[in-house]
């Protein structure tokens, strides 16, 4: 399939907690820019995908940075789960569907000169409270390449601190998929668009989609369903929003 193309999934599913207790979910992954653009085209792009879990890069980190990301959620039809501020960027949203078991923003260590980084991790359930549990990551690696793959093995290491046996990480990598971190992360994790492609490939930039540098990653016993740039929302919105095309998955969780 051409890079950038359409594949032959015509649909992606729709959340659902099937009658085997498995859940399928919609998990959304976008570097929002500090909500410098159009908050209303972001909130718009966001409740359009219908996602389940929004894993949030570049959220508010300053003056009031809970409020604006309260105010998006409200505006998506979601609830604040964690991150912003506390977590260096990464931030969660969820919908009233999971049940939130915990969260924990963690710092990573500073390299002198460059960006504070860190990661917005939680733990949730889908269905009932014997639902099918699952870990949540958000992250945002480095623009250095030394302190990227440094980054990409914390994460790997914060994936199997949680404790639990599925796992979901997306951010913006920095790093397209060809790249030494990139290639990291994929050998330990599923890269969702290789697993199963859907939708568009590039997430960079709304105007010129020319690179991967976004990715959806789960853990092995998830079963991935579709991956990709949604088709179905408004180019000019998507311009306004932010300078990232949002990726979007659909998982299935075995049931518990």
Known sequence: MDSGSLSDLP?????????????VIRVLSYNIRSMRDSPVALARVIKACDPDLVLIQEAPRFFRWRKHLARLARAAN?????????????????????????????LLPMTPGLHRRGFATAVVRFGDAQGPRLG????????????????????????AELG????????DLNER??????R?????????????????EYTSTPDDPHQ?????????????????????????????????????????????
């Open 184 to 200: 990291r992360l994929s050998a330990a994790l599923q890269d969702c668009w290789a697993k199963a492609p859907w939708g568009g």
């Open 212 to 256: 991967r540098i976004d990715a959806i990653l789960a853990t092995k016993g998830l079963e991935v369903l579709g991956c990709g740039v949604p088709d179905f929302l408004d180019a000019d919105e998507l311009r306004a929003a932010t300078d990232h095309l949002p990726v979007l998955a659909a998982l299935r969780i075995p049931a518990a």
């Open 136 to 159: 949540v990551v958000s992250c945002h690696l480095s623009l250095q390449k030394d302190e990227r793959y440094a980054q990409g093995e914390l994460l790997l290491d914060r994936i």
């Open 78 to 106: 979601l609830v604040y789960l964690s991150g912003g501020g506390s977590a260096a960027g990464p931030a969660l949203l969820c919908s009233l569907r999971a049940t939130v078991e915990r969260t924990e923003d963690v």
């Open 177 to 182: 998929p060809d790249g030494r971190t990139f």
């Open 164 to 171: 639990v046996e599925h796992v979901v990480a997306g951010g």
């Open 11 to 23: 649909e992606l599913p729709n959340s659902v907690t099937e009658p085997d207790g498995s859940a």
